[in-house]
């Protein structure tokens, strides 16, 4: 079949195929939203947060084990739907051991530690067990050997877990801002390109006023006027990316305002906001959908800005930001993998996104 019978969309559909990176940018994007959407299910820590805290394993490295103590703080429940989505509530205290033994319904252990003097044993009944009835039971189930894969943060976490459960942070804040940043950046583009006059003036002034002042600045004032919080980061980052958006969509409308299908609505009667919504917009998305994969880059650079400085989403609620701020000191101490994980995640995210754009923006070049 040629082209010329084909869609415009399925041409771009295979002219973005055939791009190799964007094809494989777009999987590893897509690979990243799996992993997030099931952090809970996937992380080896699944309670909310991944914050089971264990002081005497801190700064280990990534493949380090350790025998480790579960004592429960109530009767274990059941796991729930809704736990392997937003985490299973903390309902024991895990200790890091290095030997138990048992003597009737006793476990002898020795907690965890590095120094040989400062071993010290310690015992714990049956009765501290909630809701099992044996130590034999007890030994099964709660004394378990576990694995850190990508080692333990400086407070005795689980680095894995926190990498997952804190990619839901940069993925969702690229979603919300981007949504933010298209549907206000629409609103004023398609207002100052389409009436023109005083009106796009106004648009205009305003768009220069809020693109001269630095990102990062003004995102930091909003947060600050609404207050540190999960969402109050996402809608500062979304309010403050709408203006490449509204200048991409303004002068979009100008060059398209007087096409001849435009001309016909007006001719037929429709009102503004019909054909700017039924006949514009959906013949200028494409340049839209483009700077909205580099602003969901950008999004993620911002939020992860300003965890650093500490205005981003705020502790236990791990963050890919947060954690290079906890741990950018460990680089000269040795383990500089403590902040290189979540850099690195942080560059290969934004890179997939990036790649992703240009190579939309190739398909949906028509030119070509």
Request: aromatic share 10%; no cysteine.
């Amino acid at each position: 079949m040629s082209k010329s019978n084909q869609s415009l969309t399925n041409i771009a559909l295979q002219k973005f195929r055939k791009n190799f990176w964007g094809v494989f940018s777009f999987a590893y994007i897509v690979l990243m939203i799996f992993l997030a959407l099931f952090a809970y299910v996937l992380a080896p820590d699944n309670s909310e947060n991944a914050n089971q805290m264990h002081l005497s394993i801190h700064s280990k490295s990534p493949g380090f084990k350790v025998q480790m103590l579960a004592v429960p703080s109530e009767k274990i429940a059941s796991k729930t739907l809704k736990g392997y989505f937003f985490g299973h509530p903390n309902q024991v205290t895990e200790i890091p051991i290095l030997e138990y033994k048992i003597s009737g319904n006793i476990i002898q252990y020795v907690e965890y530690t590095e120094d040989a003097e400062l071993k010290q044993t310690k015992e714990i009944s049956l009765d501290k067990f909630i809701g099992f009835s044996s130590i034999q039971e007890v030994e099964k189930e709660l004394i378990t050997t576990k694995k850190f894969h990508l080692g333990t943060d400086k407070y005795g976490r689980d680095l894995l877990s926190r990498m997952l459960v804190g990619s839901r942070v940069s993925i969702s804040i690229g979603f919300v801002a981007v949504l933010i940043s298209v549907i206000v950046g629409l609103f004023f583009g398609a207002l100052g390109g389409y009436y023109g006059g005083k009106i796009d003036i106004m648009v205009m002034w305003l768009v220069n006023v809020i693109w001269s002042i630095p990102t990062l600045l003004l995102v930091i004032a909003i947060t600050l006027a609404l207050g540190k919080g999960f969402w109050q980061v996402f809608v500062a980052v979304g309010l403050t990316m709408w203006v490449e958006v509204a200048r991409v969509v303004r002068g979009q409308i100008i060059s398209v305002k007087e096409m001849q299908y435009v001309t016909a609505a007006r001719a037929l009667g429709f009102s503004d906001i019909r054909i700017i919504l039924n006949h514009i917009i959906p013949n200028i998305m494409a340049p839209v959908i483009v700077i909205s994969a580099a602003n969901f880059a950008s999004a993620i650079l911002v939020e992860s800005g300003l965890s650093f400085l500490g205005l981003g989403a705020q502790p236990p609620i791990p963050s890919w930001g947060g954690m290079i701020k906890d741990h950018y000191s460990y680089i000269i101490l040795g383990k500089p993998y403590l902040a290189l994980v979540p850099g690195t995640a942080i560059m290969l995210i934004t890179l997939a996104f990036m790649m992703t754009g240009n190579s939309l923006r190739d398909a949906l070049d028509v030119k070509q």
